[in-house]
């Protein structure tokens, strides 16, 4: 019989192939769930599978957001502050040792806040300045800034290509189309976009055709084509969106409503509610699984994260990570 030997390299999930009678198995990082603890000031480490806090590491004062690299290995987390004291700090945090690499101090910016990282650069807003950075992670270094002359730019997402990014200015009510060097004329290299009252929750389709914006205000979420540098249509749902995000297979967009404790499930195509899960706790930050099927989210009243399937609208795992948690982010699955 022709027995077929394994041969484990990386002891992970991966790319397996078969070679000279050895089935081989590339991997990538062990898949990874973060979330910030606000008034704990900690990230807490997460196993998305059994749903248990494998490390909890300190952050700056007044974490808020928090993205991870693609491989799950970094995260970085903007240090935005409270009310009398605004934060001034990213912190860089290795996963595999649980360990604060460095507090990057980024002032004269203040209140770092959205964070979108891509191409190996991460992009934040710094809502004190009304401006957005860039950080460079291996020169150490914020190495481009743009104000946007408006009030509130608090979350930012871009284009894979690097070459467009969003924000929205919650006390200017528009959403700012910002186009990094070379810009084909007649565009400027920055453009706003009027939309509804308070706009906050933001996130762009995976195609980048649409950025879809929650109003806080008219309870609403309004969409803007980013070709056409308008808004396209607004959609009711009754209430505050906390957040708002795709689906990463680009069907759904998913709303965390606070006041009613539901997830609502958008129809990105139809522009249409599909339902709604409620919940125990209020929902506040929401990322997915990469197959769209599986949802984590950060709850408070109780605090607690879940994780959702979204086809059964079930909880199918839970766990207390710490006090007041809201920034979430996943890698590796």
Not at 28 to 34: A, E
Not at 64 to 85: F, I, M, Q, R, W
Not at 90 to 96: E, T, Y
Not at 304 to 325: C, E, F
């Amino acid at each position: 019989m022709n027995m077929q030997r394994k041969l484990i390299l990386l002891p992970i999930i991966g790319i397996m192939f078969v070679f000279k009678g050895y089935t081989i198995v590339i991997g990538q990082t062990k898949p990874v769930l973060v979330v910030l603890n606000k008034a704990d000031a900690t990230l807490a480490i997460i196993d998305p599978g059994s749903m248990k806090v494998t490390a909890n590491v300190s952050t700056g004062h007044g974490p808020h957001e928090v993205v991870l690299s693609a491989d799950g290995k970094t995260a970085y987390v903007a240090n935005y502050g409270d009310g009398p004291s605004p934060g001034k700090s990213i912190s860089v945090i290795d996963i595999a040792t649980a360990k604060e690499l460095r507090r990057v101090d980024v002032s004269p910016l203040l209140r770092p806040h959205g964070l979108h990282l891509i191409g190996g650069k991460l992009y934040f807003t710094a809502e004190s300045n009304r401006m957005i950075a860039r950080y460079d992670p291996a020169a150490n270094k914020v190495d481009w800034m743009m104000g946007t002359g408006q009030n509130g730019s608090h979350m930012v997402v871009g284009t894979p290509d690097q070459k467009r990014f969003y924000t929205a200015n919650i006390g200017s009510d528009t959403v700012s189309a910002i186009e990094l060097p070379p810009i084909a004329a007649p565009r400027r290299p920055i453009t706003h976009i009027p939309v509804g009252k308070q706009p906050e929750a933001i996130d762009i389709s995976p195609d980048g055709k649409e950025v879809w914006a929650g109003l806080n205000v008219d309870g609403m979420v309004e969409i803007v084509d980013t070709f056409a540098y308008r808004s396209v249509a607004k959609i009711d749902i009754g209430g505050r969106p906390y957040r708002v995000k795709f689906t990463p297979d680009g069907k759904s967009v998913v709303c965390t409503m606070i006041a009613t404790k539901e997830l609502l499930i958008i129809d990105a195509a139809a522009r249409k509610e599909a339902k709604r899960i409620a919940l125990e706790s209020v929902p506040l930050g929401i990322v997915f699984s990469a197959d769209s099927k599986t949802a984590f989210v950060s709850a408070g009243d109780p605090d607690q994260i879940l994780k959702i399937d979204l086809a059964a609208g079930k909880v199918t795992g839970r766990v207390v990570a710490g006090k007041v948690p809201d920034g979430i982010a996943i890698a590796g699955l």
